[in-house]
């Protein structure tokens, strides 16, 4: 099938074979009639001409005499191989110049159906026809004689068969060259299309397949031309697009993977206020698990208006806090615009845990200024009641004096724990670790806590097994058992039931305190290692305590690697927990002592 290029190349060299056969063909024909015209004048001029008298007055001589017709005759056909007479397409004539008849003629059709051509009617006015009539399809000239009183007219009438016969041969050498070039131009059209189109179809397969992707392809390039030029451009273009394309592709991944797993939210509303694009941890943030279905009225709407958003400028942008179930967001909205698209950007930052300290320092800062302005309070009175009263009983005096020294005890204790709770907190805290029997901790606590529990008629039962050897801070740990069975003592109505149970197994041992006291209500529970949280206030102040012996002790834990946990019981009271691993990390043992 011929391509579009071979048709095109095929039409042209057609056209122009034909072109140039036509311009050939009527150059050398029209050529051809003009020069048998002109041929033919400058023959009839050569013997008729008037410098040539020497024919003309013969004729003249001739025509004086009384043959004269067959001695004109006789003369014209002795200079018929001047005149070029053929008896074919040139014929002379002898006419009577008085009625146009004709006497003789080398004609054998005769002379007596002549035309009336100009050349002829000068001739029968006396003067001599010799003007030439290129549109005309005959010669001729027409020569007056007049000899005596007699008067002729020698017409020589050339009806171009010859100069057709001519034009008519070089028609047909002109068409079979025409058809021999066509021929040529639709091979040569196939043999240029070979070397010209096969690069350019090369050169377009090769464009298609780096259209579908493909920047693998290459062509050779075979010559220096200018489509040797233009496939090497193209190879260079292609290389540049491929590295392009993979600098792109690698920051559009890099900007993919940021946005997959960046831990803020980013969601991209269009201008029809549907959800373009999301990532996972704006999914997560606003809870929702099918975002494509709902647009930013189902978001953001009621707290600003879309079309508002969408009139700001950059680097404006609008924010607010948003609030999804228990999650607080920030949420930053600008409107972005694209080539293509544009629309709202949400950017949405999750500040829950942030509010949540934010609320905690309040609390504490509140606490802390709470707990100690009660006893700064009771000291101030207590000594301006003693600094005013001059004649105060020295008993009432002293029992003044102990107020203060307890208050200002219970301050240094508040701001003793304190500084512990901060030196966690900065990771300051010191610990003193060594091997040593956890049984030894334990029973220590129990031993110095016996009288308190007697004072209060509890029952304190010691159930627990002789507990492997530990790696620990004791005196730490020592503390948090104490506060944990002080508690106990300190929350159970007198006469109650104390209980402090163990066991260990290969890596870890545990220890529980349950009592049947008060309880804790269940309200309460998830509060009860935060700092300054006491579930009755006053009774926990009346009892020297600060709120914050669990936060103490469960760090202490905690800094051990073990857990400390208030357990769920169907019965009234309570029992904590603690877990600790027998072994501390090698690098925490570095301050230990052995036992
Ligand atoms: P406090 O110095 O007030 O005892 P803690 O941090 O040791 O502070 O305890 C916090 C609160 O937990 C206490 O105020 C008390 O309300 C509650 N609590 C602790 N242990 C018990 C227990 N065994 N029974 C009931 N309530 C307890």
Redesign the pocket.
Known sequence: MLRSLHLKLMLIMLLLITSLMTVVGTFLMTNVSSFYTNSFYAQMKEVFDESNTDFVNSLRTEAAQSDNVSRIQAMIEAHSGLLGIDSRSRNYYILNAENGECLASSDAKGGNNLKDTPNLLAARNGTIGQRSDITANYMDVAIPISGGSHHYIIYILDNRENADDLNGQLFMIILQALLFGLLISVLLSFLLAKTMTLPIERLTDSAERIADGDFNSRIDVESNDEIGILTTTFNEMSDTLQSTLNEVKNERNKLDTLFLHMTDGVVAFSNDRSVMQYNPAAAQMLHCDDMDALDYNAFFQSNIDFDQVLSLHSPFYEDFEYTVDDTTLEVHLTPFSSETSGGVLAVLHDVTQQRKDQEIRREFVANVSHELRTPLTNVRSYAETLQDADEMPTETAHNFLDVIISETDRMTHIVQDLLTLSKFDYGHMEMIISRFPFTDAVDDVCNAVELAAKSHRHTLLRNYPVFPVITADRGRLTQVIM??V???I???PDGGRIEIRGGADNDTIWLE?S?N????PAK?RPH??ERF?????A???E???????????SEIVAQHHGLLSLERQDSP??T?RITLPIHQPIQEVKHGEDA
């Open positions: 506060n944990i002080s508690n106990a300190k929350y159970t305190v009592d006291g008060i309880g804790i309460d009860i290692f949280y006491r579930v009755d206030k009774r926990s102040r009892s020297g305590g600060t709120g914050l012996g669990l936060s103490i002790a009271g309570t904590f």
